[in-house]
């Protein structure tokens, strides 16, 4: 077993280190306060390649490993969460459909633009009716003269509504499967579409520089060639492109997680009580002591997730695990940062602050640790 990274995982890894340092951090106060969408950074991230990480060249992407794409997602994040969630948003759920499940001509006309950073592509799963229960989706598309006619409502869906959006792929039921149960389809979107309305943002408790907005289709017309494969292929899609999304929210929660320890040892070494640094005293070491054991530990989770995806093996057990436990260790790892930080915890202008509303989002987001538990426990036969 080698736990080293090689070359090129350790250049991208120091390459998002640096940016998150010097670009994104000096930023998050203000983009969290105001909520403005950071275009600036988003398109530097794309310069730099890292909105198309896990693509081939051929398609503007970087040629890079699923691990590598984890561990730049970490590394962002430790420097931004709303950040991270728009570069994973945009790669695992918004790109990776059409290099996963587009035609050739599908991925040379979507995939390009995608991978270089020059536009941004959401994914619309969730519907007001449809959490949890996915496959509960009520949106419709009825197939009339050669055009699907889509009619419904997505919810909280990221990415969809910014100026450098191209658009969205939404499942919608596309008619009775032989089982009685219905048959999902991806179907693309592009942003102008006559009948696809983009509401208004959320106000959101975290991750509040991230575009997420409901989405309405009123007899909204596209081709009938835009799907991702053919009618009925959108459940097994989603599923397989929920599972690596779970491994890259993994990733982003270490990076939150990372964030958390950083600022609570720095206040730690500076803070004075009783005449000395409260990281001299053992309650103090020892909760700092415990983070940094979680995030080892949930960091390896996501490595070998994301390994597993890398050797072609089934990986879905470990994804959600990874999911599940590096989510609930950012939570613990932000509560224990803002109890070193005492009542300056408390106010904005530390960190800690920010990252201990932020970190909720993590345990619902690409499913629950409810769903997750209900994942593992299904593979233990239950
Ligand atoms: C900021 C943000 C960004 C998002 N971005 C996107 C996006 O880009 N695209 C997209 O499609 N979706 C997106 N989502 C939606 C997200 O994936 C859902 O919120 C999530 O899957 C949970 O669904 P729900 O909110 O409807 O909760 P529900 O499914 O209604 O769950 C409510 C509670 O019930 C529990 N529960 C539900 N079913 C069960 C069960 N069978 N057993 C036990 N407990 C259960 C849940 O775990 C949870 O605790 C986003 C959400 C947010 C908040």
């Not at 709303?82 to 001509?105: N, Q, V």
């Not at 070494?269 to 990281?279: A, D, H, L, V, Y």
């Not at 993590?362 to 593992?376: F, P, W």
Request: charged share 25%; glycine share 12%; aromatic share 10%.
């Amino acid at each position: 077993m080698d736990f080293t990274l090689n070359e090129e995982q350790m250049a991208i890894r120091d390459t998002c280190r640096e940016f998150a340092e010097q670009e994104i951090k000096p930023l998050a106060e203000e983009m969290d306060r105001t909520g403005a969408f950071p275009y600036a950074l988003v398109r530097q991230m794309g310069e730099l390649g890292l909105l198309g990480l896990p693509f081939p060249e051929e398609y503007g992407g970087a040629g890079a490993d699923f691990l590598s794409y984890c561990i730049a997602i970490e590394e962002i994040s430790r420097g931004d969460v709303s950040m991270g969630i728009t570069m994973e948003a945009h790669t695992s759920l918004g790109a990776s459909p059409f290099y996963l499940f587009g035609s050739d001509k599908q991925k040379e006309q979507y995939l390009p633009p995608l991978a270089r950073g020059e536009q941004l592509w959401a994914f619309g799963l969730t519907e007001p009716g449809a959490g949890s229960d996915s496959g509960g989706s009520q949106t419709r598309a009825i197939l009339r003269d050669g055009h699907w006619h889509i009619n419904g409502s997505k919810s909280f869906i990221t990415n969809a509504g910014t100026d450098m959006s191209g658009g969205v792929t939404i499942t919608a039921i596309t008619g009775k499967r032989t089982d009685g149960r219905n048959e999902i389809t991806n179907i693309i979107i592009p942003k102008n579409t006559p009948g696809y309305i983009i509401g208004n943002p959320y106000k959101k408790m975290g991750w509040k520089a991230s575009d997420t907005r409901p989405l309405t289709f009123e007899d909204c017309v596209v081709p009938e060639g835009d799907t991702l494969g053919g009618p009925g292929d959108g459940f097994k899609q989603f599923m397989r492109i929920l599972v690596g999304g779970r491994v890259a929210i993994a990733a982003l929660s270490v990076g939150l997680a990372q964030a958390c320890l950083d600022e609570a040892l720095k206040y730690a070494r500076e803070r004075k009580q009783f005449g000395q640094p409260i990281s001299k005293f053992q309650a103090i070491q020892f909760k700092l002591a415990d983070m940094d054991t979680e995030i080892e530990l949930a960091r390896l989770m996501y490595y070998k997730a994301a390994w597993l995806q890398m050797q072609g093996k089934p990986y879905s057990r470990e994804a959600s695990m990874a999911k599940l436990f590096a989510s609930e260790t950012a939570k613990r790892a932000a509560d224990q940062a803002v109890q070193i930080h005492g009542g300056y915890g408390f106010m904005d202008e530390y960190p800690v602050s920010r990252y201990w509303r932020s970190v909720k989002i993590n345990e619902i987001g690409e499913g629950t640790s409810e769903v997750q538990r209900m994942v593992i426990a299904k593979n233990l036969g239950c």
